[in-house]
């Protein structure tokens, strides 16, 4: 498992000129890449079931051969002013930003358009970085190095550089990025897995070892809604003065900071909840509609706690899940807020919420809208109620349990003592 910690540094005068001959350097290889790409006509109907015989697009490839990568080593390194190795590391960046965006490009977020590197970086190659005792030794030309002083850590440093231990440390004018891995054993007792549907504020998950899983992520809007209204009051005196940007930048941190330890905590529950962790490839973007809906939205941190989550996070499609029955597939047009889900066809009433995440558990199976299969697994597992903790319920007709209400955000588990709530009726 990999986790990126972040560590500043005051060697900006010494790496601003190397950071600089690397953004251009970085430019020029994505320019002759760029000049490789060639544009491939596809009928979008070979690819897609669901569109138009006559829709195409334009889908790029573009060199990468062995051949190329030395051709482009060769053109560059006899003008590069700095260690031979930062050539290497500028190529492999290129390539990799090429690949990140033909990736974006295909799934419709990036236009035909080169893409430009605006921010000053650097990825430094293993072999022009040494661990020291506590200082990062940097190699810039041959003989010629920066020292980093990583003393006033808050992490534990690996003993050596390798992609078993501190990975390839990336550079900026004040910062830099170290990629620590460490291994994550995944408990063999724990559930399989679960499928996780993101709601405003809640996550409600689903396994027929767990039953019914909601982690209550209110406090964590709250935090959100709280640092957004202080902002706009600071706008509204300051505008956008010295002063203004000052506070707001404060601020901004401060909202950072709260909202991140509840994302850790989140994610650390949705780890110890199952071997995997499968969620809906949700995209904001695709989401957007106007006014309230477009601002509660925008407060939700769905991809930070995904990314949280670690490795073992997997993803499916998150079309109708919360509009068609888990069950049998029937969609239903008229849901709109209804709390509710109620299926016309086979007689399944149950939680919205829950309906989408046995929805998201059944696709990730790979047995969708399969009756036989949503009675034997689903069904016995919704009728019986499951209590991890061994705490008694506190009402005959209590819905859901808290687990752990001294921690936020706490985890609740659902419970339904009416049976014939769950039970689909022929």
Not at 51 to 76: A, C, I, W, Y
Not at 142 to 170: A, C, H, N, Q
Not at 244 to 264: L, M, P
Not at 315 to 326: A, D, G, I, M, Q
């Amino acid at each position: 498992m990999q986790r990126t910690r972040t560590v500043p540094h005051n060697q900006k005068e010494q790496l601003l000129p190397l950071l600089s001959a690397y953004r251009d350097l970085l430019h020029k290889l994505i320019g002759e890449v760029w000049s490789t790409v060639q544009w491939k006509k596809v009928n979008l109907k070979e690819r897609h079931s669901m569109v138009p015989m006559n829709q195409h697009r334009l889908l790029p490839t573009f060199r990468s051969d062995g051949q190329f990568h030395r051709e482009l080593r060769t053109k560059h390194v006899g003008c590069w002013a700095y260690a031979a190795h930062w050539v290497d590391s500028a190529e492999k960046a290129a390539f990799a930003i090429l690949r990140s965006w033909k990736k974006n490009y295909i799934k419709g977020e990036r236009k035909r358009v080169r893409p430009v590197v605006r921010r000053l970086f650097a990825r430094v190659k293993q072999s022009l970085c040494k661990l020291d005792g506590e200082k990062l030794r940097l190699t810039l030309r041959p003989r010629e190095f920066v020292w980093i002083d990583l003393s006033k850590r808050y992490f534990r440093l690996p003993r050596v550089i390798s992609r078993f231990g501190l990975g390839e440390p990336i550079i900026t004018p004040q910062l830099i990025h170290l990629p620590i891995f460490r291994d994550e054993e995944t408990p063999s007792n724990l559930p399989p897995m679960i499928g996780w549907d993101f709601n405003f504020d809640s996550l409600d998950g689903f396994s027929p070892q767990t039953g019914w899983v909601k982690i209550d992520t209110g406090t964590l809007v709250e935090v959100h809604r709280n640092s957004s209204m202080k902002l706009g009051s600071v706008r509204n005196k300051f505008g956008k003065s010295v002063k203004g940007r000052r506070i707001a930048r404060k601020y901004g941190h401060r909202e950072f900071n709260r909202t991140r330890k509840h994302q850790i905590e989140i994610a650390r529950v949705m780890r110890k909840g199952s071997q995997r962790i499968v969620i809906e490839a949700l995209k904001k973007n695709k989401l957007l509609r106007s006014g309230v809906f477009n601002y509660r939205l925008a407060i939700t941190d769905w991809r930070g706690i995904a990314r949280l989550a670690g490795e073992r996070v997997e993803e499916v499609s998150p079309r109708l899940t919360s509009k068609n029955c888990s069950r049998c597939g029937w969609t239903n047009q008229d849901l709109k807020g209804a709390k509710v889900f109620v299926c016309r066809r086979c007689g399944v009433s149950l939680d919205r919420q829950l309906n989408s995440c046995i929805g998201i558990y059944a696709r990730a199976e790979g047995v969708p809208y399969d009756p036989g299969w949503w009675d034997r697994v689903v069904l016995p597992s919704l009728i019986g109620g499951y209590f991890q903790s061994g705490a008694e319920p506190r009402a005959t007709d209590e819905l859901v349990r808290s687990l752990d209400e001294t921690v936020m955000p706490q985890v609740v588990y659902a419970y339904d003592r009416y049976e014939d709530t769950y039970l689909p009726q022929h």
